[in-house]
């Protein structure tokens, strides 16, 4: 048959940011070996947590924070046992249980104006292993036998955020000391990394410029000798067709305008092959006809039925030349 026992203890819980009574407090420290001021040593590891937790559920029953103990002392007695607060919720943080208070007014104020410091839970434990099991009350007091702080410290513990706590790689109730040296951790990498980066993975920013500018440079000089070099070719090869007559100046500017790219010089060049003669007398191509001309020669005429030109338009502009 578990034993009853009531302990006070000096609940490690600060008074909120508003000064209000605290929200979560401890009630039972974290063991696996819970030792008493005066001497008693109890038991309570993960899996007496886990038991202590499935009781308080099957219980549905919130649990009551008292005024030293009445609910054991005078509730027996018929006298009165107000409750202080209630505890609707058990939560394990590192090993230790804490609960959710829900203060009443009278409760939270005896908090605030220091009446009492301290919480004492009242729990069953198993005589033969001394293994804590349920927790059945708690007393507001002011004698703590188990070593946790004050319930109205100055300062209020809280917990922190799974994914705040998740990128410290900390648990969430870990303490304020151990939170600032995971942030200092990453701090001390993240300047080691900055002041020798992996030469792998990054560059100087003045050499990655200078490269930069570099490529931009060649890639814009390449560009120039190709335009130049088909500059160069298109001239040689609109020369070599007009002296040999297979087209005439008053086509120039049109086959220069198709040789604007490479593709177009390779066209032009096998049009010359297949192409007739059409001017045969190229010799001074300075010198105008003296008369118009009143007929089109083939390679005007497919050129006009190509563009969709009438022959005495071409006739006319050609005159004017």
């Not at 394990?92 to 919480?119: C, F, K, Q």
């Not at 070593?147 to 994914?163: D, F, H, I, M």
């Not at 593709?263 to 007739?276: N, P, Q, S, T």
Request: hydrophobic share 45%; glycine share 6%.
């Amino acid at each position: 048959m578990p034993h009853r026992l009531a302990l006070n203890i000096d609940l490690s819980a600060a008074l909120a940011a508003d000064g209000s009574a605290p929200e979560w407090v401890e009630l039972i420290p974290a063991g696996p070996q819970v030792v008493g001021r005066d001497g008693r040593t109890w038991l309570f590891d993960a899996d007496d947590g886990a038991e202590v937790l499935d009781v308080f559920a099957q219980r549905g029953v919130d649990i009551a924070i008292d005024y030293n103990h009445a609910l054991e002392l005078k509730a027996p007695k018929g006298e009165e046992s107000p409750a202080a607060a209630w505890i609707p919720q058990l939560q394990l943080r590192g090993g230790a249980l804490y609960g959710r208070s829900e203060w009443t007014p009278r409760g939270g104020e005896a908090v605030v104006n220091r009446e009492y410091r301290y919480l004492s839970p009242v729990f069953d434990y198993d005589p033969s292993t001394r293994h804590i099991k349920r927790l059945v009350s708690v007393g507001l007091s002011n004698k703590p036998n188990l070593r946790l702080q004050a319930l109205n410290n100055e300062e209020n513990p809280v917990s922190l955020s799974a994914a705040l706590a998740a990128a410290l790689g900390v648990s969430a109730d870990a303490t304020d000391e151990t939170a600032i040296a995971a942030v200092n951790k990453l701090k001390t990498a993240k300047a080691a990394n900055n002041e020798q980066p992996s030469l792998e993975r990054f560059v100087p920013r003045a050499d990655y410029d200078a490269l930069q500018a570099r490529a931009t440079n060649a890639e814009q000089a390449l560009a120039d000798r190709a335009k130049a070099e088909l500059e160069s070719a298109v001239n040689a090869e609109i020369d070599a067709a007009l002296k040999a007559g297979k087209i005439t100046p008053a086509t120039e500017t049109y086959h220069r305008a198709s040789c604007a790219d490479q593709a177009g010089l390779e066209r032009f060049r096998e049009f010359v092959k297949a192409a007739a003669v059409v001017a045969p007398d190229q010799g001074d191509l300075s010198k105008k006809p003296t008369a118009p001309a009143t007929a089109l020669n083939a390679e005007e005429a497919a050129m006009c039925e190509r563009l969709g030109i009438e022959h005495a338009a071409f006739l006319a502009a050609k005159a004017d030349k």
